[in-house]
């Protein structure tokens, strides 16, 4: 089994009489949030949730408007938040440069920090039933304030099938952006896991730039998914950003950074839509094969000049994780093979050999056998064959290189 976890978000509808209800709780729950930071940080980071409980819950209880759940949630929320700023600094060592000009490399820890870790925006966590639940048949929302449980609409555009769909809902994020007001519920749900001995579909999915994706399937289908359409835009965002960059004022560097921000959304968007497209044409039971990219430098041929040193990697590492999310929850799964050689080997006779792809043509032309293949289909084919080998046992599968065969 393997659980998932997902985010809905509700847009709630408070009068005004409730939105200023609202107001105050988050208020006061950043408030407290804020000193139980600072006690953390003057206590040699103590993060048990008991010992906090210990010293701060009394006296909460007799200073704050909040009620005993919410108080207790703030102690949760706040050391959830400094484990995962403990983890961050785990992860990003702190590097510096010797006398003798090596990198150095130093482990951090909560000590590093200098101040402690702020809450800067009201907010608040609301546990399920205590603090929030469904009335009416689900048609309003009911929700804990700092004087007493108050009723309202929402609406879960776009989320109404996780409440059918035995998900189970869990603390719910109060949100207030842009004058409105949203619940976001975090839920969780466990499904089965991929089973290899299921007799699953094996897709080969090659990344790409004039392509997006090529996939071929176990059952011998190519498609192709075109990226010239992404090129061109990007082409378009490169160009403004050379502009603005070349004005190189204060409003032009602001604009720069609004344009990043458009670009990366709009990345996420075209990786989102295609790996839901990926997770509906295949379904089930699907072996979704990819590149192992890290620390792969791209062939980026295929580009525009102007573009070449645009291509973010980080787009195709993200394909893979919504794709790995998606195929998660319908018992499929996403396996990653060794590149190499990928788009050099014949498919029906196995020779590797470079100068068989031809870049300017987009063909693969054995020298050997003479068999002739789109480039980008044959990368998805030998990909596909790699995801046959894990699904016969081999843990790391890869190509070898082999120059005469037969
Ligand atoms: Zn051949």
Redesign the pocket.
Known sequence: MVKLGRTIKLRLYPDTNQAEQFLAMSQEYQRVANIVSQWIFDHEFQLSWLKINHYLYKIFRQESSLNSQMVQSVFRTVVARYKTVQEQMKQHPYRYQNEEKKWVQVPRDLNWLVTPIQFRRPQADLVRQSNYSFVDSMREISITTLGKRTKLGFTDKGFEKYFTDDWKLGTAKLVHSRGKWFLHIGITKEVNDFDAKDNPKVVGIDRGLRFLATTFDSEGKALFFDGQKILLKRKKFLEIRRQLQSKGTKSAKKKLKRLAQRENRWMTDVNHRLAKTLVARYGSHTLFVLEDLTNVTFNTDDLPKSLRNSHRSWSFFQLESFLTYKAQAIQSTVVKVNPAFTSQR?H????VEKTNRHHETHEYW?S????RCNDDRLGAMNIEMLGQDWLNGVKHPKIKKLTTVG
């Open positions: 014949c029906k006779c196995g020779l054995c050997q056998c003479q068999y």
